[in-house]
């Protein structure tokens, strides 16, 4: 996964190969092919590692919050100010932004529903402790993670002319008083 990062860094994924994933990694094809079909499954494995690490850090910076609307609403903040930060992320956006396409207009991937299963855990939890208002937990987390997923993909151009802090502030008083009883 190491070797097959560096190669996304370096050239991006659509340009990412098995062969040079294996000489970066000191393995021959062989080995890796043991263990991945093909080149898509390699960068697929990497970024759900990648991004499901992003998304565990983004709720471990939320953790002290008091209430699970406050853990949501700070961890979603947080996951979109890590993954716009993040190299791997940066990369596949402005080197292979068409290869995103199909995850915000067609289907949702792995790394999406791993972050609505988050999202999904956040709002039953506040439930529980009454800090998040009634409703279909599944409809609530898509429509949070559709939120989530425009500020990941737009923040760059979105704070162009204005403070990113302060756009993040906005956001994150939306989700708050979206998800407040």
Same mark, same amino acid.
């Not at 990062?5 to 990412?16: D, E, F, K, T, Y």
């Not at 990648?50 to 406050?70: D, I, K, P, V």
């Given at each position: 996964? /190491?070797?097959?990062?560096?190669?996304?860094?370096?050239?991006? =994924?659509?340009? #990412?190969?098995?062969?040079?994933?294996?000489?970066?990694?000191?393995?021959?094809?062989?080995?890796?092919?043991?263990? @991945? $079909?093909?080149?898509?499954?390699?960068?697929?494995? =990497?970024?759900?590692?990648? @991004?499901? +690490?992003?998304? *565990?850090?983004?709720?471990?910076?939320? +953790?002290?919050?008091?209430?699970?609307? !406050?853990? &949501?609403? *700070?961890?979603?903040?947080?996951?979109?100010?890590? =993954?716009?930060?993040?190299? &791997?992320?940066?990369?596949?956006?402005?080197?292979?932004?068409?290869?995103?396409? $199909?995850?915000?207009?067609?289907?949702? %991937? %792995?790394?999406?529903?791993?972050?609505?299963?988050?999202?999904? +855990? *956040? &709002?039953?939890?506040?439930?529980?402790?009454?800090?998040?208002?009634?409703?279909? $937990?599944?409809?609530?987390?898509? #429509?949070?993670? =559709?939120?989530? !997923?425009? @500020?990941?993909?737009?923040?760059?151009?979105?704070?162009?002319?204005? /403070?990113?802090?302060?756009?993040?502030?906005?956001?994150?008083? *939306?989700?708050?008083?979206?998800?407040? $009883?």
């Amino acid at each position: 996964m /190491d070797a097959a990062r560096r190669c996304v860094l370096s050239v991006g =994924l659509r340009r #990412a190969t098995l062969a040079e994933i294996a000489r970066t990694a000191k393995v021959s094809r062989m080995t890796l092919y043991r263990r @991945f $079909p093909d080149v898509r499954s390699v960068l697929s494995a =990497l970024m759900t590692r990648e @991004f499901g +690490a992003l998304l *565990h850090e983004a709720s471990a910076a939320a +953790a002290g919050a008091q209430t699970a609307r !406050q853990r &949501l609403v *700070h961890s979603a903040v947080a996951a979109v100010r890590l =993954l716009n930060d993040d190299e &791997l992320m940066r990369t596949v956006i402005d080197v292979d932004t068409e290869l995103l396409l $199909p995850y915000i207009v067609d289907r949702l %991937g %792995g790394t999406q529903r791993v972050g609505e299963q988050v999202i999904k +855990a *956040h &709002l039953e939890a506040g439930k529980q402790d009454g800090s998040i208002r009634g409703g279909d $937990p599944v409809v609530q987390a898509r #429509a949070i993670l =559709l939120v989530v !997923q425009s @500020f990941v993909l737009s923040l760059r151009a979105a704070t162009l002319d204005v /403070d990113s802090k302060a756009l993040l502030g906005e956001m994150s008083r *939306h989700l708050d008083a979206a998800l407040r $009883p």
